[in-house]
């Protein structure tokens, strides 16, 4: 049984394109994050919500739109994508949100804009 | 300057060897210090975690926190090829804050 999954796995794609990667988790969480780890491995956090709920809004350009219609899921949408955008984008969970959780990753989704 | 800073590396160490990765932070808020272990193509998953300062055994792992000179560190006894991995730590303030992320230190144990 996957904690935390995303699918697709893999997406390709042309620069300017409109795309989205989902994320569920089963492990009754409230909250949820979504996180960027570009070519160097730097994991960076984009957002979080909690039970629905915007938590963390980082500096995100607003081509990046989250939508959560419930605790369970978070999605991510990217308009006009540009090249820099391509990296591995990790959804995460947490209990609570607390910043002393555990969190939990889903394998992520590698993002290549041509 | 990033708030948690770590040394990508990469460190090759024979299997067998004590290995040793650090890490400095430079928000005094910081009370959760953990350690995430990320390998090839996967998500990071947890692998110790410590709350202020002090020492946290488990296994072949130590996770030791001081926060008077801001440092985290993790030793791995007795390395084994399985544990070939990138190294991530993190800190956290508590509450609804954000947990920070160093780069990770990627680590090679060569049998």
């Known amino acids: 049984d996957t904690a935390v999954s995303q699918t697709p796995k893999y997406l390709v794609t042309q620069m300017g394109n409109d795309k989205s990667i989902k994320c569920e988790q089963n492990?009754?969480?409230?909250?949820m994050y979504w996180y960027k780890q570009d070519s160097k491995k730097f994991l960076k956090i984009m957002f979080s919500y909690n039970n629905k709920e915007l938590i963390i809004n980082e500096t995100v350009p607003n081509r990046f739109s989250p939508k959560s219609p419930d605790k369970a899921h978070l999605n991510l949408h990217i308009n006009s994508l540009e090249l820099g955008d391509s990296a591995v984008y990790f959804c995460a969970s947490s209990l609570r949100g607390g910043g002393h959780e555990t969190q939990y990753f889903g394998p992520g989704t590698r993002l290549l804009v041509l | 300057q990033k708030e948690v800073e770590q040394d990508p590396g990469p460190l090759s160490v024979p299997e067998g060897a004590i290995v040793s990765l650090n890490c400095t932070y430079s928000n005094s808020a910081f009370q959760y210090f953990m350690w995430y272990r990320q390998y090839s193509r996967k998500g990071p998953e947890l692998l110790m975690y410590t709350y202020s300062s002090g020492n946290k055994e488990d296994g072949r792992f130590t996770a030791q926190v001081d926060k008077s000179s801001k440092y985290i560190s993790l030793f791995i006894r007795d390395s084994q090829p399985s544990d070939s991995a990138t190294y991530l730590c993190a800190a956290g303030e508590g509450g609804y804050q954000k947990v920070t992320f160093g780069i990770g230190t990627k680590l090679q144990v060569i049998p």
């Open positions: 492990l009754g969480h409230d909250t």
